[in-house]
């Protein structure tokens, strides 16, 4: 067989069965699992110590971030903001952490805490504490837009319907 059509064989396997490469949206990072050189979508390469450093770069600029394991990365659909959704303590509890990408600064989490506690004092009988509840990302909506859900660990009665989903947008 040619040349010519060993390589035109190889590159309809390419398009035909989705053989090529794309970058990732996402990641998950666990202790002890070194990544170097993990490119995500919008540029953003992602490199791992596995222990407690994570370096972000992306537009040409660097920074570390402690990703507090075991955690999952998340690019924006327009590669601004960098979510890290992490257990807290024990990785029962997660969190979340927005970091704006343009700026190399945390985002504040407060208008994800101030809906939580608004929705906590309108159910009757929940005492629940914002960081008694374990927030799950589940994706973008749009560059801005968080869908996630939030599970009750408070242990305290009356607190079911902090078992639901959300959809916030970064201000």
């Not at 343009?102 to 504490?129: M, T």
């Not at 902090?162 to 916030?168: D, M, Q």
């Given at each position: 067989?040619?040349y010519?059509?060993?390589?035109?064989?190889?590159?309809v396997?390419?398009?035909?069965q989705?053989c090529h490469?794309?970058?990732?949206?996402?990641?998950?990072?666990?202790?002890?699992?070194?990544i170097k050189n993990?490119?995500?979508?919008n540029?953003?390469?992602?490199?791992?110590?596995?222990?407690?450093?994570?370096?972000?770069?992306a537009?040409?600029?660097?920074?570390?971030?402690?990703?507090?394991?075991?955690?999952f990365?998340?690019v924006?659909?327009?590669g601004?903001?960098?979510l890290?959704n992490?257990?807290?303590?024990?990785?029962?509890?997660?969190q979340i952490?927005?970091y704006d990408l343009?700026?190399?600064?945390?985002?504040?989490?407060?208008?994800?805490?101030?809906a939580?506690?608004?929705?906590i004092?309108s159910?009757e009988k929940?005492?629940?504490?914002?960081?008694?509840?374990?927030?799950i990302?589940?994706?973008?909506a749009?560059?801005r837009?968080?869908?996630f859900?939030?599970?009750?660990f408070?242990?305290?009665?009356g607190?079911s319907q902090?078992?639901?989903?959300?959809?916030?947008?970064?201000?």
């Amino acid at each position: 067989m040619s040349y010519w059509k060993i390589v035109i064989l190889f590159m309809v396997c390419l398009v035909v069965q989705g053989c090529h490469q794309r970058r990732l949206s996402s990641i998950n990072i666990m202790d002890g699992r070194p990544i170097k050189n993990l490119a995500l979508e919008n540029n953003v390469v992602i490199d791992f110590d596995g222990a407690n450093l994570l370096t972000v770069s992306a537009s040409s600029m660097s920074f570390t971030i402690d990703p507090k394991t075991p955690s999952f990365i998340q690019v924006s659909p327009d590669g601004q903001y960098l979510l890290n959704n992490f257990g807290d303590g024990s990785g029962q509890v997660y969190q979340i952490e927005i970091y704006d990408l343009k700026s190399k600064k945390f985002v504040s989490v407060g208008f994800i805490h101030n809906a939580i506690s608004s929705f906590i004092e309108s159910i009757e009988k929940c005492s629940a504490k914002p960081d008694e509840i374990s927030y799950i990302f589940s994706s973008w909506a749009s560059s801005r837009t968080i869908l996630f859900k939030t599970e009750d660990f408070s242990r305290s009665g009356g607190c079911s319907q902090l078992n639901r989903s959300w959809n916030l947008t970064i201000p």
